[in-house]
């Protein structure tokens, strides 16, 4: 048995009420911010709901207080996630605020994080204590027509199976005219309501809702030559022009204009796939888009229109059984001289970089330099 279901953001303001078992929903982020649409979707959703914090590594206390007090009137009656998403993660932090919400709560929270954190890291600890994961991996970004979950690309290599699965960032649903999260829950109504319960105890998946893995992880086909074209949006100005990878004759080696600032970024690939984000002065990370438009402010582009960029992050999807690839990108700020480090977008270790993102938070973002490729160009 399994449930089907979606999860949304602020972005998503007036979402109706969609086919689905479940719907989970942005509740808060950090120790300030909370979902100002939030109440508008649950009011649409479907009987099954779930919330989640998306953390800041901040203060542990102040952010499960930030999300309790916001959530307070669903305790007991819907399932609790720690959306753990940042750039270095710390399985100390995360396990301090599941320990903390469920000491505050009796309720046993979830966390959510992608399939590249979960093989990397020690999370012996949070699976120990009876902490369930949400996975989420996708393989490409093509769109996806009503609900249609598919097997994991790879392995779980620290629990032994996983609560739930978002398969796909490209789903789409009549009703709705944009992309959603598709995900899926490996239970039946009953066991969703025991991760919602206050009962203090953990739910074990059943071993035959868990889906068959496919190991997708070797690789026999040559590296395929990738040019990335990418172009920044001055702020308060326009777009400044595409660049094809960098120190080609006609860009000037970077996309952006150097002591000004940017608001937008649209990044396209010749082959395979790219997602990317980038952050705000004194706001959030923003959603993650595919597109390449600069009419579409929903996926064809990142970022807002006068709110200045101060961060970037992006990940190359290797086409399956190719050498693996991976983008390669720095930048600089308004306010120092020179590059910045070199980062590198697959989420694991590779010498010599920080897996992260390229910029400062507060200082804009100046100018931009993007590679794919086997290795670093830098």
């Known amino acids: 048995m399994v449930l089907n279901g979606i999860d949304i953001a602020n972005y998503q ?30 009011a649409n959703a479907p ?13 542990v206390q102040a952010e499960a207080d930030h999300f309790l007090a ?19 993660p710390s399985i100390t932090w995360a396990k301090a605020w599941l320990d903390y919400v469920y000491q505050k709560t009796g309720v046993r929270p979830v966390i959510y994080m992608s399939l590249a954190v979960e ?21 490409n970004y093509n769109t996806v027509s009503g609900y249609q979950p598919r097997d994991l690309y790879g392995t779980l290599k620290r629990w032994p199976s ?38 203090g105890k953990p739910v074990a998946t059943a071993k035959a809702s868990t889906p068959t893995v496919v190991n997708h992880t070797t690789r026999t086909k040559a590296a395929v030559a990738v040019n990335v074209t990418y172009e920044l949006h001055q702020q308060g100005y326009g777009w400044l022009g595409a660049v094809t990878n960098f120190n080609n004759s006609n860009s000037s080696g970077f996309a952006g204009n150097p002591n000004h600032k940017h608001d937008a ?30 009419t579409d402010a929903v996926n064809g582009y990142a970022g807002t229109l006068g709110k200045t960029i101060d961060a970037v992050e992006m990940i190359y999807i290797t086409p399956a059984g190719e050498a693996y690839s991976q983008a390669y990108y720095r930048s600089q700020t308004t306010t120092q001289a020179g590059w910045l480090r070199t980062v ?32 670093n160009p830098f």
């Open 162 to 199: 996983m609560a739930m699965f978002q398969y796909t960032s490209s789903g789409r649903l009549s009703g709705w005219g944009a992309s959603l999260d598709f995900d899926v829950f490996y239970g039946d109504k009953l066991a969703w309501a025991k991760y919602a319960a206050i009962s």
């Open 70 to 88: 916001t959530v307070k009137p669903y305790i007991g009656k819907a399932m609790l996630v720690l959306d753990y998403e940042p750039a270095r």
């Open 119 to 139: 093989n990397a890291y020690d999370w012996s600890s949070v699976v120990n204590a009876g902490y369930g994961v949400w996975i989420a991996q996708y393989n």
């Open 344 to 375: 590198c977008d697959d989420g694991r270790s590779v010498a010599g970089l920080t897996d992260s993102y390229a910029g400062n938070f507060g200082q804009p973002l100046d100018r931009l330099q993007i590679s794919i490729g086997t290795g």
């Open 13 to 42: 303001t007036g979402i109706p009420n969609m086919p689905g078992d479940f719907r989970i929903v942005k509740a808060t982020e950090s120790t300030s911010y909370t979902n100002p649409a939030m109440a508008d979707q649950i």
């Open 47 to 59: 009987s099954l709901l779930g919330f989640y914090h998306f953390a800041s590594n901040g203060n």
């Open 265 to 294: 970024l649209c990044i396209k690939v010749s082959h395979g796939t790219i997602k990317y984000r980038v952050r705000v002065i004194g706001g959030q990370w923003l959603p993650w888009v595919t597109g390449y438009s600069h």
